[in-house]
């Protein structure tokens, strides 16, 4: 029961289910942006610690090798799969002026995973064999599900209904954590355990998520579809290559040894739960970053305000990993696992560069700035195979984490550039309200 007095304001679309969510005219922006940061905060939290304790549990249960063989998978599949998904969830969030349509956009989608399903398939069979196709399907049709979430999640984040998307990331990670536990801990493998996501995930998708696509009553004429599909691809070939960074040493150790790649992805994954910072906020300000495309001062106070957050977390960890390190990895891993301490924390302050950067490529794409994400991704992608195929064969596992640590500054400075260099021969309007008197 609403607490406001009289009848709510007319409302683009009505659901009585999330009457809170439903996209009121916004008296604050930027609080409803910060509040909405946390709720995506405590969602991605729930989604990232449960990929983290999946990971683990295929390590201690079935060996560097299994997490090697599940995480080279998830890396074929993520980078393919952002190709397709084409960026539709910032489009969505940021289209303000509400001229999406969502049966556009789904049908974008299903064509999307029609043509990235089988193609992750050929390739996980041409790089890990047949014997790994039962795992490969488990994967794609978890990554299948975990598209349909994403647009839902688009067009919740710009009707600002956060708690509905929030609820649906926690019982998708509570949820389908359950189940793969309980399936690898009855000996059952890890093909069985990334069935059980698949069903947690669908379930929770068509019982809440599924309301995030009611289509809203529009007062603007539809969007034209050939802009939209141009942009799409554009973000999805980006959001790929930001895909094809976090995985680049993974390619490289694997091309070695499945069990250093099983060893140093399950290690990144403790550092890559700092990442659900940059995604929370980021997502969670796309529509505010948007609203203050036209008042750069503005939007510089926001951006910095958010990157301290973002990657302060995480460079605090790399120096706890330093000083504590062993004890953190003993207790998720067990004292057999080959990891140093050293390595983790080249990961955590790695992680902190590539927040910073992804909070760049979120407000360059608010303000329609697409090329900067490019150019993030690709001085990212570049360095980090460059450097990390000429540390491997001297330093081993941790040149590759120190190749991946630079190449994240890299990415980073680049991120800055692009936003800082286009403001440097632009007057800097005031607030708002100043600029419009």
Known sequence: MSSRQGPPPPSPRSNATDTEDTPHPIADPAAASRRGAGYLL?????????????????????GDTDAGRFLLLLGIATPTFAIANGGLRIIASADIRRELRTPHLLRLRIIGITLAAPL???????????????????????????????????????DRRFRTIAL????????????????????????????????????????????????PTHATPPARPKPILRRAIALGVMSAFGALFIYTPIYILGTFSLAQAGTFGATQQLALGFTLLAAAWGHAHTSRYAELADHPRQLLVEIAKGAFIVAAPA??????????????????????????????????????????????????????????????????VTSCVALGLAFYPTFGTQGIAAAYLLAALAAAAVGVASILLPLANRPLAGHPREAST
């Not at 309980?182 to 929770?204: C, F, I, K, M, Q």
């Not at 050293?342 to 760049?360: D, F, G």
Request: one cysteine or more; hydrophobic letters at 60%; a neutral charge.
């Open 42 to 62: 405590a969602g991605q939290a729930a989604m990232a610690a449960s990929q983290i304790v999946l990971v683990l549990l295929i390590a201690r249960l079935g």
């Open 120 to 158: 992750c398939l050929t390739v996980g069979a041409v790089a890990l064999g047949p014997a790994t196709a039962p795992l490969a399907c488990a994967v794609v049709t978890m990554k299948c599900v975990e598209a349909m979430s994403d647009l839902a999640y688009g067009f919740g984040q710009r």
């Open 168 to 215: 649906g990331m926690t019982l998708r990670a509570v949820i389908g954590l359950t189940a793969a536990s309980a399936l690898l801990l009855a000996g059952l493998d890890t093909t069985w355990a990334v069935v059980g996501v698949v069903a947690a995930s669908a379930a929770v998708f068509l019982s809440v998520e599924a309301r995030l696509l009611q289509s």
């Open 315 to 380: 460079l605090l960890a790399a120096g706890v990993a330093l000083t504590h390190g062993r004890l953190f990895l003993d207790l998720a891993f067990g004292p057999d696992f080959n990891a140093t301490p050293a390595t983790l924390a080249w990961l955590c302050a790695a992680t902190a560069a590539i927040n910073l950067a992804s909070l760049t490529i979120y407000a360059c794409v608010a303000v329609t700035r697409d090329w900067c994400a490019p150019l993030v991704h690709l001085a990212g």
